[in-house]
Protein backbone atom coordinates (compact mmCIF):
# COMPACT_ATOMS: atom_id res chain seq x y z
CA UNK A 1 0.00 0.00 0.00
CA UNK A 2 3.20 2.29 0.90
CA UNK A 3 3.81 2.03 -3.20
CA UNK A 4 0.70 3.19 -4.29
CA UNK A 5 0.70 5.91 -1.34
CA UNK A 6 3.85 7.14 -3.18
CA UNK A 7 2.39 6.72 -7.16
CA UNK A 8 2.49 10.06 -8.38
CA UNK A 9 0.23 10.08 -11.80
CA UNK A 10 2.74 11.73 -14.55
CA UNK A 11 0.93 12.83 -17.49
CA UNK A 12 2.99 13.04 -20.79
CA UNK A 13 3.13 15.91 -23.04
CA UNK A 14 1.51 16.64 -26.01
CA UNK A 15 3.63 14.82 -28.56
CA UNK A 16 3.28 11.68 -26.67
CA UNK A 17 -0.46 12.53 -25.86
CA UNK A 18 -1.27 13.00 -29.78
CA UNK A 19 1.42 9.58 -30.65
CA UNK A 20 -0.67 7.18 -28.08
CA UNK A 21 -4.45 8.41 -29.27
CA UNK A 22 -3.39 7.75 -32.55
CA UNK A 23 -1.60 4.88 -32.02
CA UNK A 24 -4.07 3.02 -29.93
CA UNK A 25 -7.00 4.02 -32.78
CA UNK A 26 -4.32 2.40 -35.32
CA UNK A 27 -4.54 -0.78 -33.36
CA UNK A 28 -8.17 -0.85 -32.97
CA UNK A 29 -8.48 -0.21 -36.97
CA UNK A 30 -5.74 -2.61 -37.94
CA UNK A 31 -7.62 -5.43 -35.71
CA UNK A 32 -10.91 -4.36 -38.40
CA UNK A 33 -11.45 -7.66 -40.57
CA UNK A 34 -12.31 -5.51 -43.89
CA UNK A 35 -9.00 -3.38 -43.33
CA UNK A 36 -7.19 -6.66 -42.72
CA UNK A 37 -8.88 -7.80 -46.09
CA UNK A 38 -8.01 -4.78 -48.18
CA UNK A 39 -4.58 -4.48 -46.85
CA UNK A 40 -3.54 -8.50 -47.01
CA UNK A 41 -4.67 -7.95 -51.11
CA UNK A 42 -2.20 -4.71 -51.51
CA UNK A 43 0.68 -6.90 -50.55
CA UNK A 44 -0.97 -9.93 -52.31
CA UNK A 45 -0.70 -8.00 -55.31
CA UNK A 46 2.81 -6.51 -55.00
CA UNK A 47 4.21 -9.98 -54.06
CA UNK A 48 2.46 -11.10 -57.33
CA UNK A 49 3.99 -8.20 -58.99
CA UNK A 50 7.68 -8.71 -57.67
CA UNK A 51 7.38 -12.47 -58.88
CA UNK A 52 5.44 -12.24 -62.23
CA UNK A 53 6.38 -8.62 -63.37
CA UNK A 54 9.58 -7.19 -62.19
CA UNK A 55 11.76 -10.33 -63.76
CA UNK A 56 10.51 -9.56 -67.23
CA UNK A 57 10.77 -5.82 -66.67
CA UNK A 58 13.76 -4.46 -68.70
CA UNK A 59 12.91 -0.71 -67.96
CA UNK A 60 12.75 -0.30 -64.22
CA UNK A 61 11.06 3.43 -64.07
CA UNK A 62 7.52 3.02 -64.59
CA UNK A 63 7.36 0.73 -61.43
CA UNK A 64 5.72 2.82 -59.39
CA UNK A 65 2.79 3.47 -62.14
CA UNK A 66 2.83 -0.11 -62.71
CA UNK A 67 2.56 -0.83 -58.96
CA UNK A 68 -0.60 1.76 -58.38
CA UNK A 69 -2.23 1.81 -61.79
CA UNK A 70 -4.60 3.66 -63.41
CA UNK A 71 -6.90 5.28 -61.47
CA UNK A 72 -10.05 5.19 -64.37
CA UNK A 73 -9.12 3.38 -67.15
CA UNK A 74 -10.21 0.28 -67.93
CA UNK A 75 -7.85 -0.74 -71.18
CA UNK A 76 -6.39 -4.06 -71.97
CA UNK A 77 -2.70 -3.15 -70.39
CA UNK A 78 -3.89 -3.87 -67.01
CA UNK A 79 -3.88 -0.35 -65.69
CA UNK A 80 -6.60 -1.61 -63.64
CA UNK A 81 -5.39 -4.11 -61.64
CA UNK A 82 -2.74 -1.56 -59.55
CA UNK A 83 -3.26 -1.64 -55.99
CA UNK A 84 -4.40 2.39 -55.96
CA UNK A 85 -8.43 1.54 -55.87
CA UNK A 86 -7.38 -0.50 -52.77
CA UNK A 87 -5.71 2.49 -51.38
CA UNK A 88 -9.01 4.03 -51.82
CA UNK A 89 -11.19 1.67 -50.37
CA UNK A 90 -8.96 1.81 -47.28
CA UNK A 91 -9.16 5.65 -46.91
CA UNK A 92 -13.00 5.26 -47.39
CA UNK A 93 -13.19 2.84 -44.53
CA UNK A 94 -11.14 3.84 -42.21
CA UNK A 95 -10.76 7.77 -42.86
CA UNK A 96 -15.24 7.50 -42.34
CA UNK A 97 -14.75 5.90 -38.84
CA UNK A 98 -12.47 8.36 -37.28
CA UNK A 99 -14.17 12.15 -36.88
CA UNK A 100 -17.67 10.38 -37.77
CA UNK A 101 -17.90 7.86 -34.90
CA UNK A 102 -16.66 10.34 -32.41
CA UNK A 103 -19.46 12.94 -34.17
CA UNK A 104 -22.16 10.34 -33.97
CA UNK A 105 -21.59 9.05 -30.39
CA UNK A 106 -20.78 12.51 -28.82
CA UNK A 107 -17.35 11.15 -27.49
CA UNK A 108 -15.23 13.88 -29.46
CA UNK A 109 -16.30 15.95 -26.62
CA UNK A 110 -14.62 14.08 -24.46
CA UNK A 111 -11.49 14.04 -26.42
CA UNK A 112 -11.34 17.57 -26.77
CA UNK A 113 -11.56 17.88 -23.08
CA UNK A 114 -7.99 19.66 -21.65
CA UNK A 115 -4.77 18.77 -22.30
CA UNK A 116 -5.74 18.02 -25.81
CA UNK A 117 -6.66 20.88 -27.93
CA UNK A 118 -8.48 20.68 -31.20
CA UNK A 119 -5.31 20.41 -33.24
CA UNK A 120 -3.49 17.88 -31.00
CA UNK A 121 -6.82 15.57 -31.91
CA UNK A 122 -7.04 16.42 -35.76
CA UNK A 123 -3.01 15.54 -36.20
CA UNK A 124 -3.76 12.39 -33.35
CA UNK A 125 -6.42 11.27 -36.09
CA UNK A 126 -4.25 11.87 -39.21
CA UNK A 127 -1.40 10.39 -37.24
CA UNK A 128 -3.65 7.04 -37.42
CA UNK A 129 -4.40 7.25 -41.12
CA UNK A 130 -0.87 7.98 -41.83
CA UNK A 131 0.84 4.61 -40.16
CA UNK A 132 -2.22 2.86 -42.11
CA UNK A 133 -1.26 4.31 -45.48
CA UNK A 134 2.74 3.99 -44.69
CA UNK A 135 1.59 0.37 -43.91
CA UNK A 136 -0.42 -0.04 -47.60
CA UNK A 137 1.12 2.26 -49.55
CA UNK A 138 4.82 2.99 -48.41
CA UNK A 139 5.99 0.08 -47.46
CA UNK A 140 5.16 -2.14 -50.96
CA UNK A 141 7.20 0.56 -52.64
CA UNK A 142 10.06 -0.08 -50.57
CA UNK A 143 9.57 -3.94 -50.74
CA UNK A 144 9.77 -3.41 -54.83
CA UNK A 145 12.75 -1.70 -54.52
CA UNK A 146 14.44 -3.92 -51.99
CA UNK A 147 13.75 -7.05 -55.29
CA UNK A 148 15.45 -5.17 -57.51
CA UNK A 149 18.53 -4.40 -55.29
CA UNK A 150 18.47 -8.32 -54.57
CA UNK A 151 19.02 -8.87 -58.11
CA UNK A 152 21.62 -6.52 -58.75
CA UNK A 153 23.51 -8.66 -56.43
CA UNK A 154 23.27 -5.71 -53.73
CA UNK A 155 25.06 -3.58 -56.13
CA UNK A 156 25.62 -0.19 -54.72
CA UNK A 157 25.93 0.98 -58.29
CA UNK A 158 22.57 -0.03 -58.89
CA UNK A 159 20.99 2.70 -56.51
CA UNK A 160 23.42 5.23 -57.79
CA UNK A 161 21.93 4.28 -61.24
CA UNK A 162 18.33 4.51 -60.30
CA UNK A 163 18.62 7.41 -58.09
CA UNK A 164 15.45 8.98 -60.14
CA UNK A 165 13.56 5.87 -59.84
CA UNK A 166 14.04 5.28 -55.98
CA UNK A 167 13.25 9.09 -55.76
CA UNK A 168 9.91 8.73 -57.84
CA UNK A 169 8.85 5.26 -55.81
CA UNK A 170 9.25 6.63 -52.73
CA UNK A 171 7.94 10.04 -53.74
CA UNK A 172 5.16 8.55 -55.01
CA UNK A 173 4.11 6.46 -51.98
CA UNK A 174 4.52 9.28 -49.40
CA UNK A 175 2.21 12.00 -51.84
CA UNK A 176 -0.47 9.30 -51.96
CA UNK A 177 0.06 8.32 -48.02
CA UNK A 178 -0.54 12.11 -47.27
CA UNK A 179 -2.84 13.36 -49.62
CA UNK A 180 -5.24 10.29 -49.34
CA UNK A 181 -5.15 10.73 -45.42
CA UNK A 182 -5.62 14.40 -45.19
CA UNK A 183 -9.09 14.08 -48.03
CA UNK A 184 -10.26 10.99 -45.89
CA UNK A 185 -9.81 13.21 -42.99
CA UNK A 186 -11.33 15.82 -44.24
CA UNK A 187 -14.56 13.78 -45.48
CA UNK A 188 -15.26 12.26 -42.36
CA UNK A 189 -15.17 15.86 -40.54
CA UNK A 190 -18.12 16.93 -42.43
CA UNK A 191 -20.64 14.62 -41.53
CA UNK A 192 -21.33 12.21 -38.61
CA UNK A 193 -22.23 9.46 -40.75
CA UNK A 194 -19.30 7.21 -41.62
CA UNK A 195 -21.17 5.84 -45.09
CA UNK A 196 -21.43 9.52 -45.85
CA UNK A 197 -17.88 10.03 -45.52
CA UNK A 198 -16.57 7.25 -47.48
CA UNK A 199 -18.86 8.32 -50.17
CA UNK A 200 -17.17 11.84 -50.22
CA UNK A 201 -14.22 10.51 -50.23
CA UNK A 202 -15.02 8.29 -53.27
CA UNK A 203 -16.71 11.45 -55.43
CA UNK A 204 -13.56 13.51 -54.18
CA UNK A 205 -10.86 10.84 -55.57
CA UNK A 206 -12.97 9.43 -58.88
CA UNK A 207 -14.91 13.12 -59.63
CA UNK A 208 -11.87 15.23 -60.81
CA UNK A 209 -10.67 12.13 -63.10
CA UNK A 210 -13.85 12.36 -64.78
CA UNK A 211 -13.79 15.14 -65.85
CA UNK A 212 -10.43 15.74 -67.30
Known sequence: MERYR??????????????????REFGRMIRNR???????LIW???LLMALIILPFQTDPQPIHL??????????????????RIHLVLLAAITGGQLISRDLSDQSIHLYLARPLTRVDYLLARLLTLLL????AAL????YLILVQWTDSGYALGWLGDHRWMLLATLGYGLVVTVTFSLIALACSAL????GFAAAGFFLAVYFPSFLV
Open 6 to 23: RYTAVLGGRPAIIWGVGW
Open 34 to 40: WVQLVIG
Open 44 to 46: LQT
Open 66 to 83: LLYGDLVSFGPTGETFGI
Open 132 to 135: LFLL
Open 139 to 142: LPNL
Open 191 to 194: TSRS
